[in-house]
C-alpha cells in the first residue's frame, strides 16, 4: 500500500527530471559556441566602462580633421583604426573633460593619412608630424612633462608600427621613435623580439570595412567545399622581382608547391566572390606579405575560415585575450613545403573546435571596428587592454624636473619642424 | 681598404658556403679566384678578377637556385664594422649599393634551404656573425633578446615532389565531409523528423523502372525514413523482393483492389489507397512528415530538407512532365503558345507571402488529345491538384494531438462515402491554412510523370531472364501481343506510319548522299 502511495508522487518529480534533462539535452544540442579565454581570462565581454578614465587631447585640426579633409581614402583603408578610434573616443562613456583624474591621455595625430596617389600611405613625414604633436601637447598641457609620455597612449597603425618605414630593414633601422619610448603603442604591427614592437603595447587587427563584409555573408548552412583558400600576390614583381625578398619567400614557395593541388584553390585574381567563397572554405592562408600583418585575418575569423598563419614570431592582435593557438593554425616558414600534409593531418576534433571557437559572436565582433561602436569589438577590446594595464606603477610619474627623454635623438631629418 | 681585405673575407666566405651548401666544387672555385685575384692594383688583373668573380657568381647561383650576390661578400666581411656606428655604416652601404640594382639591406644573409639535395640544412654561420652584429644594434635602444627571423632575402623552398599525395588528398575529404556534417547538424534542420513517404504501387512491366529510381532518390535522403508501399492487387513476391533489397525501412501494406486500366479510374484508385496508407499510419501512431511519392515521380533532395520545415500541412510546387511520346505534338498557335503558362502546381502567394490560391497546370492546349488509356501513346495529364504537391504532419491525422488545429478533419469522416478524394484539401476545413514551403512555391522541389508501357506489356518475371530466351528477336519488330482489336490495329498503324517516315528519311538522305559523291560505286549500306 506505501508502494502505491508512492508511485504516485515518485511519477510527477520523475517526470519532471525526465523534462528537464530533455530541455538540456535540446539546448545543448543547439548552437555549439565555445566561451573564449585568453591568458588575461574570459575578458572578450569585458565592459570597459567604469575601469578606466581617458583624457582626449584638443589638438588643432591640421593633424586630424584636415588630412581626412585631403584625401578621404585614408577613411576605407586598412590603417583606418586610427581615425575610428579618435571619434569612439570622443563620443564614448569613459572619456572624461577632466584631465586631472584622467588614467589615460590620447593625442589624436593621424600619422597615416599622408597617401599617394595610388592609396599607399607615405611614412616619410610621420616622424616629423608625431614630434610635433607631442611638442604641442607638452608645450600647452602639464601632463605630458609629468610623465614624459608614460600614461599616454598613440594608435600607430602603419607597416612597422612606430619605426614609420614601409621597408622593414630601414624600419628595423630607424627603430621606435625616441620620443614615444615610454608611451604605449597600440599598432597593427607585432612580431616577438622586434625592434618595432614594443614591451606593453596593445596590438591590434587592421581595419577591415564591416558594412562591406556583413552584406557578402551567405547562409551558414552553405557546406564548405573548398579545403584552402588564398587570394593575393605570391611574387611582387613590381618592387621584388627576383623573388626571395617578398614575404621571405614564403608566399612563392606556397604558389611553387601547391599550384598543382586541387586542393589548394589559391590565385592571384581578386574575384567579386572573394567574401563569399572565404565562407565556403575550411582554412584560409594567412602568410606575411611585406609585414607580417594583413587584413586577411580578419577577413578569415569573420568568415568563419581557420586562419593558417604563415609568419614566423607573429604576435597577433589582442593575444592575451584571445587564445590565437587554439583557434588558428601556425605554420612555420620553413615548413612551407610541407603545409598539405600539416593540414591535412590535423585530428577532426581539433578542426572541430577551431570552428566552434571561430562561430563564437563575440570572437568576430573583437576583430570588427564598427560604425557606431558596439559592445565586444575592438574599440572595446583596445579598452580593456588599456584598463588591464592600469594602475600605473610607481615609476610612471617622474620627480619634478627629471628627465629621461632626449628630444634630440635621431635622425636629423625628423628634428624639422613640421 | 675594403679591397685589401677581400682575399681574406673571400676565404672565410668560401668556407661558410663549403660547409652549408654542401657544393665543394663551388667552394674550391671561389677559393682560388679569392686567393689568384689578391688585392692588387693591376687594373687588366682587376677587371678579370671582376668577371671571374661574376662568372662565380652566376654559377653558383645556378647551382643554388636563387641569386648569389656579389655584394654578400662586402657585406659579410663588414658586417661587424657596421653596427659600430650607425651613420658611416649607413654611408658605406650607399656607396656600395649602386652596384646592385635592387634594394639591398644592412642585414643581408643567404639562408640556403630550397633544394632537393640539401638533406640537412645547416644554418650558415654568416649568421652568427649577423647575430652579434645585430646585438650591438639591438643593445643600443633595448637590452632584449634576438630574434631569429632574420631579414633579407631568402630561398623559395620548393620540395622534390610538389604534387599532391592521393593519401592527404583522401584525408582532406574526409575532413571536408565530418566538417559539413557538423554544419548541417548546426545550421540544418534541428530537430530532423522522420520522413513517411507514401507510394502508391502495382505489378507491371514499368514498377520496377519507377521504383528502383524513387529507391534510389529515398536511399540518398538524410533524415530517417519509412517507406509506406500501397500495392493494388495484394502484395505480390516480386515488389516485395525489389523494396527489401533497398535496405529502406519498409511498409508493405495490400490492397485489395486491382489497378484499373484506365486513366481517370487509375487516378482514383490512387487516392483511395492513398488514404488507405493514410489510415493505417494513423493506426500505427506513426510520427513525422508524410510526403506522397508517387513511383513514376522524380523528387530533388530539396524537397525532403523543405518538408522538414512543415507545420501541419504544407504545399510545394510540382513541375508537371507532360510528354507527348507521339509522333505528332498537338498543333499550338503562335497565340497558344503565348500564352502558354507554366507546367507547375503549386501555391501562389500574395506579397505578404502568404496563400492567396493555386497554380495549376492548364490542361486546355491538351484537350482531346490525351490518353486515356494506361499506356496509350498520348500525354497524360494531371487532374486538379495532385496529391504529389502536398505534404502533411501525420499528427495531423491522429486521433488525438496536442496542438491539433481544429481546421483538420477528423480522417474518418473522409471518403467514408465512396466520394472522389481529389486532392488533400479535402482533409481539411479550412484550404487556407496550407503552408506554402519551397520559398513560397518558387521552386519547383519535384517534378510529376506518367509514362508507362500498355497495360498487357510483357515483362520477364522479377526481371529474371528464366527460361533463356530461345528465339531471338529482332530488336527493330517487337511482338506486341494481341488484346482488343481496335486498339491493337490502331497501334500498329501508328507503328507502321513511324517506320515508313524514318525509312523514307532516310532513303532520302542517302539518295541524296550519293548523288553529291563524285566518286563511283561508293554507295554506302546507310541504315
Known amino acids: ?418 | 681598404m675594403m679591397k685589401s681585405l677581400l682575399p681574406q673575407s673571400q676565404l672565410r666566405r668560401a668556407a661558410a658556403a663549403g660547409r652549408s651548401s654542401g657544393g665543394g666544387a663551388a667552394s674550391g672555385g671561389a677559393d682560388g679566384a679569392g686567393s689568384d685575384g689578391g688585392a692588387g692594383g693591376r687594373a687588366p688583373a682587376a677587371s678579370t678578377f671582376w668577371f671571374l668573380l661574376h662568372a662565380l657568381c652566376c654559377l653558383v647561383s645556378l647551382f643554388l637556385g636563387f641569386r648569389f650576390s656579389r655584394l654578400l661578400f662586402f657585406l659579410l666581411f663588414s658586417t661587424s664594422e657596421l653596427y659600430s656606428t650607425s651613420s658611416s655604416s649607413s654611408a658605406v652601404l650607399r656607396a656600395t649599393t649602386t652596384t646592385t640594382t635592387t634594394t639591398t639591406t644592412t642585414t643581408t644573409t643567404t639562408n640556403t634551404f630550397t633544394l632537393s639535395f640539401a638533406a640537412t640544412s645547416n644554418p650558415p654561420p654568416s649568421t652568427l656573425a649577423n647575430h652579434t652584429a645585430l646585438d650591438s644594434a639591438a643593445a643600443g635602444t633595448s637590452g632584449h633578446t634576438q630574434s631569429h627571423v632574420v631579414v633579407g632575402r631568402h630561398g623559395i623552398r620548393i620540395r622534390p615532389w610538389p604534387h599532391p599525395d592521393p593519401v592527404e588528398v583522401m584525408r582532406a575529404h574526409r575532413i571536408m565531409e565530418r566538417v559539413q556534417e557538423e554544419q548541417r547538424r548546426w545550421y540544418g534542420v534541428k530537430e530532423p523528423r522522420q520522413v513517411l513517404v507514401v507510394t502508391p504501387t502495382y505489378s507491371r512491366a514499368f514498377q520496377a523502372l519507377h521504383l528502383t529510381g524513387l529507391l534510389h532518390s529515398l536511399r540518398n535522403v538524410p533524415y530517417p525514413l519509412t517507406w509506406i508501399v500501397v500495392e493494388a492487387g495484394g502484395t505480390t513476391n516480386a515488389t516485395a523482393s525489389l523494396l527489401a533489397r533497398s535496405g529502406l525501412t519498409i511498409v508493405h501494406i495490400p490492397f485489395p483492389d486491382r489497378m484499373p486500366h484506365d486513366w481517370a479510374d487509375r487516378h482514383a484508385t490512387e487516392n483511395r489507397m492513398r488514404l488507405h496508407s493514410l489510415r493505417v499510419i494513423r493506426e500505427r501512431k506513426m510520427d513525422g512528415v508524410i510526403v506522397f511519392a508517387d513511383d513514376s515521380n522524380v523528387h530533388s533532395m530539396e524537397l525532403f530538407d523543405e518538408v522538414q520545415k512543415v507545420q501541419w500541412m504544407g504545399a510545394v510546387s510540382v513541375g508537371i512532365l507532360a510528354h507527348t511520346g507521339a509522333a505528332d505534338q498537338p498543333r499550338l498557335s503562335e497565340e497558344d503558345k503565348q500564352n502558354m503558362p507554366l507546367p507547375v502546381q503549386g501555391p501562389a502567394c500574395n506579397s505578404s507571402g502568404q496563400l492567396a490560391g493555386w497554380h495549376t497546370f492548364n490542361s486546355l492546349p491538351f484537350t482531346g488529345k490525351t490518353a486515356t488509356v494506361v499506356g496509350e501513346a498520348a500525354p497524360v495529364l494531371p487532374r486538379g491538384l495532385e496529391w504529389a504537391g502536398f505534404v502533411l504532419n501525420s499528427r495531423m491525422l491522429w486521433k488525438e494531438a496536442e496542438g491539433k488545429p481544429d481546421w483538420v478533419k477528423d480522417l474518418d469522416a473522409v471518403g467514408e462515402n465512396g466520394e472522389e478524394v481529389e486532392n488533400p484539401l479535402i482533409l481539411l476545413n479550412d484550404p487556407s491554412s496550407v503552408e506554402p514551403l519551397g520559398n513560397c512555391g518558387k521552386k519547383v522541389l519535384l517534378w510529376w510523370l506518367r509514362v508507362e508501357a500498355r497495360a498487357d506489356s510483357k515483362f520477364p518475371q522479377g526481371w529474371v531472364i528464366e527460361p533463356p530466351l530461345e528465339v531471338v528477336v529482332p530488336a527493330k519488330r517487337t511482338p506486341w501481343p494481341e488484346t482488343t482489336a481496335e486498339h491493337s490495329s490502331e497501334l500498329l498503324n501508328t507503328k507502321q506510319d513511324q517506320e515508313d517516315r524514318r525509312l523514307s528519311r532516310t532513303n532520302r538522305s542517302s539518295r541524296s548522299r550519293s548523288t553529291t559523291k563524285r566518286k563511283g560505286g561508293v554507295q554506302g549500306q546507310e541504315n
Open chain 1, 1 to 418: 500500500m506505501a508502494l502505491a502511495l508512492l508511485r504516485p508522487r515518485l511519477m510527477p518529480s520523475a517526470v519532471a527530471l525526465a523534462l528537464l534533462l530533455v530541455a538540456c539535452s535540446g539546448v545543448a544540442r543547439g548552437q555549439d559556441t565555445e566561451r573564449i579565454e585568453g591568458s588575461a581570462g574570459d575578458v572578450l565581454e569585458d565592459d570597459p566602462v567604469g575601469r578606466l578614465k581617458v583624457y582626449v587631447y584638443e589638438l588643432p585640426t591640421k593633424y586630424n580633421k584636415k588630412m581626412v579633409a585631403k584625401d578621404s581614402r585614408c577613411l576605407s583603408h586598412m590603417f583606418a583604426a586610427e581615425i575610428f578610434m579618435h571619434r569612439f573616443l570622443v563620443s564614448s562613456a569613459i572619456r572624461t573633460l577632466n584631465p586631472e583624474e584622467a588614467d589615460w591621455f590620447y593625442t589624436p595625430v593621424y600619422t597615416t593619412c599622408d597617401l599617394t596617389p595610388w592609396g599607399h600611405p607615405l611614412p616619410f613625414k610621420s616622424p616629423r608630424i608625431m614630434r610635433s604633436a607631442i611638442q604641442f601637447i607638452s608645450s600647452h598641457w602639464p601632463y605630458w612633462n609629468r610623465t614624459e609620455g608614460a600614461d599616454h597612449f598613440f594608435v600607430v597603425p602603419h607597416d612597422f608600427g612606430a619605426c614609420f618605414h614601409y621597408q622593414e630593414e630601414k624600419a628595423i633601422e630607424r627603430g621606435i621613435l625616441p620620443l614615444l619610448r615610454r608611451a604605449t603603442l597600440v599598432q597593427t604591427f607585432g612580431q616577438k623580439d622586434h625592434v618595432c614592437l614594443k614591451e606593453g603595447s596593445i596590438n591590434i587587427p587592421p581595419y577591415a570595412p564591416p558594412q562591406k563584409m556583413k552584406t557578402h555573408l551567405v547562409p551558414p548552412e552553405t557546406p564548405r567545399s573548398i579545403f584552402v583558400y588564398f587570394r593575393g600576390l605570391f611574387y611582387d614583381t613590381a618592387n621584388d622581382p627576383e623573388g626571395g625578398y617578398y614575404a621571405r619567400g614564403a608566399r612563392a614557395s606556397v604558389w611553387e608547391n601547391f599550384k598543382n593541388n586541387p586542393l589548394f584553390d589559391i590565385s592571384t585574381d581578386h574575384p567579386p566572390t572573394y567574401y563569399e567563397d572565404m565562407q565556403r572554405s575550411i582554412f584560409c592562408l594567412c602568410p606575411l606579405g611585406w609585414a607580417p600583418w594583413s587584413p586577411r585575418l580578419v577577413e578569415a575569423v569573420v568568415f568563419g575560415c581557420i586562419p593558417v598563419i604563415i609568419a614566423d614570431d607573429i604576435v597577433l592582435p589582442f593575444a592575451d585575450a584571445i587564445p590565437w593557438d587554439e583557434i588558428g593554425v601556425f605554420v612555420a616558414e620553413d615548413d612551407v613545403p610541407k603545409l598539405d600534409t600539416i593540414l591535412t593531418s590535423i585530428p577532426m576534433e581539433v578542426i572541430l573546435r577551431k570552428q566552434r571557437l571561430l562561430a563564437n559572436p563575440s570572437m568576430k565582433q573583437a576583430m570588427l571596428f564598427p560604425q557606431p561602436a558596439q559592445p565586444g569589438d575592438a574599440f572595446h577590446q583596445i579598452l580593456n587592454g588599456l584598463a588591464r594595464k592600469l594602475p600605473h606603477d610607481k615609476g610612471v610619474h617622474l620627480n619634478p624636473g627629471q628627465k629621461v627623454l632626449n628630444w634630440t635623438q635621431g635622425p636629423v631629418g625628423d628634428l624639422k619642424p613640421w
